[in-house]
């Protein structure tokens, strides 16, 4: 292990330390650095030292202990206590510094420009003042500059990793805002396609068992031909759902494509199932459209057929596929008289059809047709780029 992760795992351990027993823990360090030349040497007259001198270098070093609550204080008591120690002459001949140090450090790293700025003032002045030769006073200020630019430094990387901090939590709730948003399109976009599966099943088979009872005595054939129909719808869209419902499951079994355009002509062949002579022709050279553009020209073709079959009373229907440069051009008509104008207009099924077509970037209109009887809708969808 580099001596970097030795580093970084003493940096995380510490962290999780209460700062009151960190300060002690350096409190008790430098007490007992500077009194060590106190207990360990005697004086020239073979006497302990003054207690002057234990006073001193306990008042410079005791503070420490409060340095986060109480910065300047700390410092204040120290720089005071540092400055007594030579007030009598028989101590040992050591400078106390590293208490007023730390708290220097303390001051730098956490207060505010101008009180950083003022302390520094007042300990350089006061280090001058007191301080009896001129090496004594460079070695003072290079050490009290030095523990200043430590202090700088450290509070500039704590606000650099708080900002990366609160920059990867705005992301990660950026992503899961982001991530709920796609949950809510793609639930949106399940509850489309489940309305359109049922609604067009379930409209085939209606009007298939409706005229079954009828064929039953007047043509046996074709009321075998309209249970024929109802066991396919029923089959095609159990099918349908079985495939959009395996994206719900945590562990996906396979899956089946999606319908697409190519399986346009079955599906007017099957709605033709219902009694409606549906026909269906393309204009003009097939382009590539991107796979959800695919998927949403068939439900919207689905959507608008079972419309016909539900509302309109229609006996015939078209559905017109024209291919251009840059779009495809769906139309599908019908003969019959639309809605009710009683009940009001705007159903989920054109809601559906127009917010599909706008998911890829196209557009859906839908009204009567202009000169003739009947319905139309008419939905631009744009080719994928090549």
């Not at 206590?81 to 040992?92: E, G, K, M, N, R």
């Not at 992301?171 to 609604?199: K, S």
């Not at 009683?342 to 559906?352: D, K, N, V, Y």
Request: charged share 20%; glycine share 8%.
């Amino acid at each position: 292990m580099s001596e970097s992760r030795y580093v970084m795992r003493f940096r995380r351990w510490s962290a999780t330390l209460p700062p009151m027993l960190v300060d002690a823990a350096l409190a008790a360090l430098v007490l007992g650095v500077q009194l060590w030349p106190l207990l360990a040497t005697h004086s020239l007259s073979g006497r302990p030292w003054h207690w002057w001198g234990y006073v001193a270098v306990i008042a410079a070093s005791v503070p420490l202990v409060w340095r986060r609550r109480a910065p300047v204080t700390v410092l204040v008591c120290t720089l005071l206590a540092t400055a007594s120690y030579d007030v009598v002459d028989d101590v040992a001949r050591q400078p106390i510094w590293y208490g007023s140090l730390a708290a220097f450090y303390t001051v730098a790293a956490t207060r505010t420009r101008w009180v950083r700025w003022s302390m520094f003032a007042v300990t350089i002045a006061g280090g001058l003042i007191v301080v009896g030769s001129s090496e004594t006073a460079l070695r003072g200020i290079v050490l009290f500059v030095a523990a200043y630019a430590i202090g700088r430094a450290a509070a500039s990387s704590r606000a650099q990793a708080a900002a990366l901090e609160e920059r990867a939590a705005r992301l990660t709730r950026e992503r899961e805002i982001e991530a709920e948003r796609a949950a809510e399109r793609e639930r949106a976009r399940i509850a489309r396609d489940m309305h359109d599966i049922l609604a067009h099943a379930v409209s085939v088979m209606v009007v298939q068992a409706e005229a079954g009872p009828v064929a039953v005595t007047a043509n046996p054939a074709r009321a075998v031909a309209a249970f024929d129909a109802i066991a396919t719808a029923g089959r095609d869209a159990m099918d349908q759902l079985r495939r959009l419902l395996n994206v719900l499951k945590e562990e996906e079994g396979p899956r089946g494509p999606q319908p697409t355009i190519g399986a346009l002509p079955s599906l007017a062949e099957q709605v033709g199932t219902t009694g409606l002579h549906v026909t269906y022709s393309t204009t003009g050279e097939p382009r590539p459209l991107s796979p959800d553009t695919e998927v949403a020209a068939y439900r919207i073709v689905q959507e608008a057929l079972t419309n016909i079959v539900k509302h309109a009373d229609a006996t015939r229907a078209d559905v017109a596929l024209t291919w251009q440069d840059h779009a495809l051009m769906i139309d599908i008509t019908d003969d019959g008289h639309g809605r009710d104008p009683a009940l009001p207009s705007g159903g989920h099924g054109l809601i559906g059809i127009r917010e599909r077509a706008a998911a890829c970037g196209g557009s859906a209109v839908a009204g009567p047709r202009e000169g003739a009887p009947g319905f139309l809708v008419r939905v631009r969808l744009p080719r994928a780029a090549s």
